[in-house]
């Protein structure tokens, strides 16, 4: 029989009753009014002033026919909760020199006939520039709320900066360039030009990332690719472990350091003006067994801090995701979701055909803004305490359940299942445990 698990009861607030006999939904909130010398928002002289307002910070840009954008996803994660208040739906700012610079490196590593020292020093400017710009970001979104003098609000960031999510992106490009070519693709009509295949051409530049890497740390790319175990297990081991050695190396760079440190006072002077920060762990929980499981099981090392997202500050909320094992119906972590031991609870990450941790994390913001509307003026760690006590109570037994627990705070989290303790409350939108 399927674990049965009490739906989440929300917090005793100001509520709302719309007709028809409806459960009660969250208050919403007005916006803010617009700056009385008619500065546009996100202005750096006058930034508009958003007060008790959920901001999801994202990608929302979506091209015509196309499916839903990242954050229009996410905010839709939010609504699945019942909350009905205001939301500010913010672009997030990448900073565009450091962006660029990111970009033209990935490319780079997809040009043949890259030099040793070429594509190492490519490497690390990607790894480099893209946690610059992920945390520049980011900081200077939550100083714009802080110079407004922004109160008692939420900001949601589904991004995430560090070792593992940069290793892994390179990663799954250039795993692609070992494996067997893709078919051809079908010939057009007669007398109609042939368009190029873009399925060939990601081969291509995936086979071309995987060999400027592999001649760059020594390591013949014919055995990557051979099909005899013995020979690319130990080669594929070798350019995994150089990939993830350059990925931490890259995120203790000192302009890296210095991008954190900046993130970090804007973290904290945001929250400082009683709001809070939640951030999704990552989708980078599957990384080391993926390859683990390309190169026949071989032993990687990285350090302790290879998992961390450097968007998760001291005061921020940090949320890893569940999903539904299909044999018990009951709820496990995601495989995909971050194994870092600063997670301070899992949410349900799946919505509308997508899952990740991005779609769990807006779920635990929406409660997070309704615990604020609960506590007016609470700290960010008195807020953060309220919310985990809603959705986990560490149970009788919890801290014997066995040794790959981690602690974090009176969350009980478990690396590789979960073992609900006995009084566990989920967030709206998970299916139903029967």
């Known amino acids: 029989?399927?674990?049965?698990?009490?739906?989440?009861?929300?917090?005793?607030?100001?509520?709302?009753?719309?007709?028809?006999?409806?459960?009660?939904?969250?208050?919403?909130?007005?916006?803010?009014?617009?700056?009385?010398?008619?500065?546009?928002?996100?202005?750096?002289?006058?930034?508009?002033?958003?007060?008790?307002?959920?901001?999801?910070?994202?990608?929302?840009?979506?091209?015509?026919?196309?499916?839903?954008?990242?954050?229009?996803?996410?905010?839709?994660?939010?609504?699945?909760?019942?909350?009905?208040?205001?939301?500010?739906?913010?672009?997030?700012?990448?900073?565009?020199?450091?962006?660029?610079?990111?970009?033209?490196?990935?490319?780079?590593?997809?040009?043949?006939?890259?030099?040793?020292?070429?594509?190492?020093?490519?490497?690390?400017?990607?790894?480099?520039?893209?946690?610059?710009?992920?945390?520049?970001?980011?900081?200077?979104?939550?100083?714009?709320?802080?110079?407004?003098?922004?109160?008692?609000?939420?900001?949601?960031?589904?991004?995430?900066a560090g070792a593992a999510p940069g290793a892994q992106s390179i990663y799954r490009m250039a795993r692609e360039g070992w494996g067997p070519p893709p078919p051809p693709a079908p010939a057009g009509a007669p007398g109609t030009p042939q368009l190029p295949d873009p399925v060939q051409a990601r081969y291509e530049n995936s086979r071309n990332m995987m060999t400027n890497l592999a001649n760059a740390w020594g390591i013949d790319p014919a055995a990557l690719s051979s099909t005899d175990p013995a020979v690319n297990g130990p080669a594929r081991q070798r350019f995994q472990q150089n990939l993830l050695n350059q990925a931490q190396a890259s995120a203790q760079d000192p302009g890296v350091q210095g991008a954190l440190q900046n993130y970090q006072r804007a973290e904290q002077a945001y929250t400082n003006n009683n709001n809070s920060v939640v951030v999704s762990a990552g989708n980078w929980g599957g990384l080391l067994n993926?390859?683990?499981?390309?190169?026949?099981?071989?032993?990687?090392?990285?350090g302790k801090d290879f998992n961390t997202n450097l968007l998760v500050g001291q005061n921020s909320i940090s949320v890893g995701a569940l999903d539904i094992n299909p044999q018990t119906g009951a709820p496990q972590v995601a495989g995909y979701s971050n194994a870092d031991s600063r997670v301070d609870l899992y949410a349900y990450g799946d919505i509308q055909g997508s899952s990740g941790t991005s779609f769990a994390a807006p779920r635990v913001a929406a409660v997070t803004q309704a615990v604020r509307l609960e506590m007016p003026n609470a700290s960010a760690a008195e807020v953060r305490q309220r919310v985990m006590q809603i959705f986990t109570t560490q149970g009788p037994g919890a801290a014997e359940a066995g040794s790959n627990q981690e602690q974090s705070g009176n969350v009980a989290n478990y690396l590789g299942q979960v073992q609900w303790p006995r009084q566990t409350y989920v967030i709206p939108g998970m299916p139903a445990m029967n």
């Open 1 to 160: 029989m399927a674990s049965q698990i009490p739906t989440f009861t929300p917090p005793t607030f100001p509520s709302l009753t719309p007709p028809g006999g409806m459960t009660p939904v969250f208050q919403p909130v007005a916006l803010a009014p617009a700056a009385a010398n008619g500065a546009l928002p996100f202005s750096p002289a006058a930034p508009m002033r958003r007060d008790q307002v959920l901001r999801i910070l994202d990608d929302f840009v979506s091209m015509p026919f196309a499916p839903p954008s990242h954050g229009q996803t996410v905010d839709q994660a939010v609504r699945a909760t019942g909350y009905q208040g205001q939301i500010d739906r913010a672009q997030y700012p990448h900073e565009n020199m450091t962006d660029d610079v990111a970009r033209a490196s990935f490319n780079a590593l997809s040009r043949p006939g890259m030099s040793a020292e070429d594509a190492r020093a490519a490497l690390n400017r990607y790894f480099v520039n893209q946690n610059n710009s992920t945390l520049n970001g980011a900081a200077q979104a939550l100083n714009q709320d802080a110079r407004a003098g922004v109160t008692n609000s939420v900001t949601n960031i589904s991004y995430g």
């Open 290 to 302: 993926d390859m683990r499981q390309d190169n026949g099981n071989r032993p990687l090392e990285v």
